[in-house]
C-alpha cells in the first residue's frame, strides 16, 4: 500500500490554457474521488467514479472540467481554458466499496496567472 | 441538505493544555462523521471517524471525539496538546450510503510553546 500518489504536486499556467491532472488511487480501491480545496476553505467535492464509471458531478464541475478513469485504475482531471477563480488545491481520494474511509492524496496545487 | 460548521476558524493554545475543536452538522438522519487533519501543503489525514457504533471515538495521536446526537455535534479534543498538533483540522459528514463527504471550512490549531 503506498497511498494515493497525485502529479503533478505543483501546476502554474497562464489563463486560457489547458492542463490535466493525475491521480493514482491506492491499488484495489475501486471508488475514486477528486475534491477541490480553496485557500482557507474545506474541500468541495467535484466527482466520483466506481471502477471506470462517473456516477456522480458536483454543478462545481463547469463544462470547462473533464474527468476520467478509462481502465478503473488511475484517473485524470481535466481543465480547459483555465481562469484565475479555477486557482486552487485539487485533491484526490480513493475507497475501497467495502469500506467508509476515503483515503486523499497530497494534491496539486494550480496557480493560474 | 447536508452541511458542516466548525465553529472558531483559529484556535490557539498553549503546549500542554486541553485542545478542543467544535464541529456541529446538519442531516435528517445521523451521518458518518471524520475528522482529518492536513498539514501545509500536504492531503488530508484521517485522525478518526464514527460510524454509528461507540460514541466515544479514539483516534491517532491521542484524539478522541464523542458523537452527541441531541446537540449534533462531533467535537475534537485532546487532553495535552503537542507542539506536532499544529496543522489544519477538517470535520466531515457522509450520509450513510452517499458517497461524497461534506466539509466544515476548517479550524487552524496552534501551538504555543
Known amino acids: 500500500d503506498t497511498g494515493v500518489s497525485q502529479d503533478p504536486r505543483h501546476k502554474i499556467t497562464k489563463r486560457g490554457q489547458n492542463v490535466t491532472f493525475r491521480c493514482d488511487p491506492i491499488?484495489?480501491?475501486?471508488?475514486l474521488y477528486w475534491y477541490r480545496q480553496t485557500l482557507g476553505q474545506g474541500p468541495e467535492f467535484l466527482t466520483y467514479?466506481?471502477?471506470?464509471?462517473?456516477?456522480?458531478k458536483s454543478r462545481l464541475l463547469s463544462d470547462r472540467f473533464s474527468a476520467e478513469r478509462p481502465k478503473g485504475s488511475f484517473s485524470t482531471l481535466e481543465i480547459q481554458r483555465t481562469e484565475q477563480g479555477d486557482s486552487a488545491m485539487y485533491l484526490c481520494?480513493?475507497?475501497?466499496?467495502?469500506?467508509?474511509?476515503?483515503?486523499f492524496g497530497p494534491g496539486t496545487r494550480l496557480t493560474v496567472l | 441538505a447536508q452541511s458542516v460548521t466548525q465553529l472558531g476558524s483559529h484556535v490557539s493554545v498553549s503546549e500542554g493544555a486541553l485542545v478542543l475543536l467544535r464541529c456541529n452538522y446538519s442531516?435528517?438522519?445521523?451521518?458518518?462523521l471524520f475528522w482529518y487533519v492536513q498539514y501545509p501543503n500536504q492531503g488530508l489525514q484521517l485522525l478518526l471517524k464514527?460510524?454509528?457504533?461507540?460514541?466515544l471515538v479514539k483516534g491517532i495521536n491521542g484524539f478522541e471525539a464523542e458523537f452527541k446526537k441531541s446537540e449534533t455535534s462531533f467535537h475534537l479534543t485532546k487532553p495535552s496538546a503537542h507542539m506536532s498538533d499544529a496543522a489544519e483540522y477538517f470535520c466531515?459528514?457522509?450520509?450513510?450510503?452517499?458517497?461524497?463527504?461534506?466539509f466544515g471550512q476548517g479550524t487552524r490549531l496552534t501551538i504555543n510553546p
Open positions: 481520494a480513493s475507497k475501497a466499496g467495502t469500506t467508509d474511509t476515503q483515503y
Open positions: 491499488s484495489e480501491h475501486n471508488r
Open positions: 467514479f466506481q471502477n471506470e464509471a462517473q456516477l456522480e
Open positions: 442531516s435528517s438522519v445521523p451521518p458518518y
Open positions: 464514527y460510524t454509528s457504533a461507540a460514541t
Open positions: 466531515a459528514a457522509s450520509i450513510q450510503g452517499a458517497q461524497k463527504l461534506v
